[in-house]
């Protein structure tokens, strides 16, 4: 079966592009996808028009980016015509909702193949059904299995993505997550520095660990095997350089895992730790699990071990029952934490959520007031925080060539700041040191020292 597909893309000369929606996790997964094509002969292009497979891989975690989604697809109604035998795919989160695959499969007839989260490893048998056997193919499947060694084409050359846990245990009631990716499985450790062993190989030297909740990895796992071990393990038996993770929760944050802030030598002086909320009636709406001034106590902890530690945060507003003074207590919270970044969300209704039935719904002007001015405060929190650089000399990972012309190069410090220095592509995948001489509230600029 795979020689005939090879040998079918290879005299085809066929192409692929994927448009990716939604968080890191699925921004790895358009990695695996894009791994096991190229491992069959597909070759990438940039433009979806040019394309003879047309992948979206879908976000549903607010209403917009899955009404967004349906306009894309809509779209290439005719993109058939232009390109003789084209297929089309939608795969991810979307698909994982009851019925979705099938709903969308009759609404577009002219879609191919309709894929879940956990499909990317069949993607191989069923390309053999649609390109070589003309079928239209459904796996939406709830077999969640873990399977190493999916082909990974990675987007850096430096940096990389490493899935340790999927799926999600929490059930935030006002989120869709845990219902389509389903429960917590962590991979084993030894499957993950295998794979970290051979990226260092490869000349990758900082890493992003992901998973929904990364403090939870482990628990379905023996005992010895937690988060904060396999932290430990990496930094020790690994030559990683950079190490960070997403997404942290603050309920099951240990001190253990504190404790790793200014020991471990690669670990990042940046934690992402979302609030959501300042108020602790609104916490407890959202089964956050946590308070206040739990939350605050653990920034607090975190900063005595890193002083420059940068914060960044998830934050809701407009969560059924909120009211003036609960967002106020958001306010004051993110006055007090000082973040350095905030990505800011108005309550999305997500049907067959608990937050979905619950009363007191907040109206759209309401919802948008809010967020226009947690935004605005947001921006000064940034800007404010990246004063404290100007004059300092940072280590910037470089990573791409910057937005004004070929001079400019762009990269991360360790604390995931955005510097723009004069340069050239050579610099790209370099550590180069930079000394900052302006600062705004996304970016900060300086000259090379
Ligand atoms: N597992 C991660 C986040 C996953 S979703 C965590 O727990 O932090 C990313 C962010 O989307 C969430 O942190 C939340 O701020 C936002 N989000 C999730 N569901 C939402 C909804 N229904 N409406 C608005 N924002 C939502
Ligand atoms: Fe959603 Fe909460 Fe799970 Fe994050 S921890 S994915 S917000 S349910
Ligand atoms: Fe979206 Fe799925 Fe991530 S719903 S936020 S792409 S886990």
Redo the contacts with the bound molecule.
Sequence with gaps: MTEQLKAYIAKNELTYCIETYG?QMNTHESEKIAGVLEALGYCPVAQKAEADFIIFNTCC??QHAEARLYGNVGALKDHKDHVNGALIAVSGCVMQQKDAAKKLMKRFPFVDIAFGTNGIHRLESMLYDALIEKKRVICVDEDETIVEDVPIRREGARSAFVNIIYG?N?F?T????PYVRGRERSRHPDDIIREIEELCKKGISEITLLG??VNSYGNDLSADITFVNLLKRIDSQTDIKRLRFM?S?PKDMSDGLIECYGSLKSLCEHIHL?V?SGSNRVLQLMNRRYTREHYLSLIKHLKARVPDLAVTT???VGFPGETEQDFEDTISLVKEVGYDAA?T??????TG?KAADMENQNDKQTMSERLTRLNVLVKESMRDRNRAYLGHTVEVLADSPGKRGRSEISGRTRTAKTVSFEGTLEDVGQYVTVKIDKVMAHTLRGVRV
């Design positions: 968080c975690v607010r999600c929490n935030c006002y989120c869709i997550v929904q909740n997404t929760h979302p959501q998830d934050i809701i990505y969300f108005a309550y999305s209704k997500r959520t």
